[in-house]
């Protein structure tokens, strides 16, 4: 019998696995690579498996700056929003007008499709084969714990790309992607959407079963905490208001939030001494890839064409609904100018960019790359309990928060359709940059609006849009198309609606 053989993500080798077309399974063991029996068959191998895992979050693929790894999707998703504008051209201007996805051809629509697999398919070789391993049991337990939590957060990226919507009380008969379990069945047919989402969701229940009690060495490390993060996010995608809740509450336990000192000098390489911080990728100098980095394309003050000439501005719509109390306002100039930072001549000025993400210097763009705050938490259980019907404790969330982020914010007295527009005016402004407008856009089935609703003008601009000022709910768009290079290699692959 042939032995499969997979090119693994280690921490010491830039290997990456491919999951659909491109030689899978080699029939050799090159000099950077190892079997999969290899790779379980101690706990130690298996922890350098997992330590690439982390690592392949923030590497460059495919040879471009655009794809730097998870913090790209996350610039991605975002910028197909309203909240973000882009200034100038920019790697990602396909994304930002709506045609990636409408492209089975384009990289950029099949980017996250390989991205994710590649994820999946090498927690799948520590799912699958950890119980055997050489080693403690609670070590064996840490890291299936670990690599479940990243199977269902990858197909839990993928199925709300690529998959229609979930619809809460609906059969969620349609088309999700493919479930991808082991490393032998690579060439999946695309499974329901609910099939999908059970099958998240009994990762993450056996994943913090794993994972309680464990004391991670670093936040690139997967605990319980993030575990129950993620089911707090899924519930909420699915409309599970009550579980929502308290999966967001239990997420939050030994966190706390930052001070306003912190908030204020933006997001940089200090995640580890973050006590908001719950998930993040801390790139070390000696890994950093300095123009793929999410700092080379998101930061104010690296020196990089991504930067110098685009950089992000946030929506003069929403900037206007910060008060001038609320710290994060300070986060983006209304000027431009940014004079705290001193940027160089070269740099543009364009008004409302933000300065949410600083790099160490104009001349490294390391930032952590944040997956998981304690304050996202607090918004999904204000959003989740505001909809079931508990305007008292969705009060009470939201000021445990926003009363951290302004002084004079005062307990909400709103109720109802007002309490959740409030509630979802500072998901926007709390989460601005980090990858959540496009989905909730999505969940919520709500239209993309780009116009600024005081002058009924636009401020994103004609040619850089591709004039997308508008996406109406429920438009074909809104699901991406199956890459065609998984559509030619697997058998049976249903495309979307093109």
Partial sequence: MKKYIFSLIFILSGSLIFTSCEEDFLDTVPTDEVSAEAAVSTTGNAY??????????????????????????????????????????????????????????????RYPWLFYYRIIANANILINGIDNATGPQ?????????????RAFAHYQLVQLYGDRYIKGAVNSQLGVPLKLNTLELNQPRATVEDVYTQINLDLKDAITALSGYSRPNKSNINVNVAQGLKARVALTQGEWAEAATMASLARTGTSLMSQATYRAGFQI??????????????????????????????????SSAIRGNPRSISQTLYDKIPATDVRKSLFDATGLHTALALPSNFARYP???????AVSTGD?????????????????????????????????????????DASYVLS?????????????????????????????????????????????????????????????????????????EMDATPNMVQNPI
Avoid: C
């Fill in 138 to 150: 609670a070590d064996i337990k840490i890291i299936k714990g670990q690599a479940l939590v990243y």
């Fill in 413 to 485: 007295t709103n109720s109802g359709p007002a309490l959740i527009d409030e509630i979802m005016i500072h998901r926007r402004v709390e989460l601005w940059g980090e990858g959540f407008r496009f989905y909730d856009l999505k969940r919520l089935n709500q239209a993309l609006d780009r116009k600024v609703r005081a002058t009924g003008s636009y401020e994103h601009t004609s040619v850089l849009t591709g004039a997308i000022f508008n996406i109406p709910a429920g438009d074909k768009r809104w699901t991406w198309l199956i890459p065609q290079l």
């Fill in 352 to 358: 409302y960019t933000s300065q949410k993400f600083i």
């Fill in 48 to 109: 350098s498996l997992l330590n690439g895992i982390h690592r392949a979050l923030y590497i460059r693929y495919e040879e471009t700056q655009g794809n730097g790894g998870l913090g790209a999707h996350y610039i991605h998703l975002d910028s197909m929003g309203e909240d973000l504008v882009n200034n100038a051209n920019t790697w990602f201007n396909r994304v930002y007008q709506w045609t990636a996805g409408s492209n089975p051809n384009d990289f950029y629509d």
């Fill in 270 to 303: 200090f995640s580890e001494t973050n006590p908001e911080f719950m998930w993040a990728s801390h790139i070390i100098v000696d890994q950093s890839d300095t123009f793929a980095n999410f700092g080379g394309n998101m930061s104010r003050n690296f020196s």
């Fill in 365 to 405: 763009s390391r930032v952590d790359v944040p997956h998981m705050r304690a304050a996202e938490m607090f918004l999904i259980e204000a959003e989740a309990r505001a909809r079931n019907n508990e305007p008292v404790l969705a009060r009470h969330a939201l000021f445990s928060l926003i009363s951290n982020r």
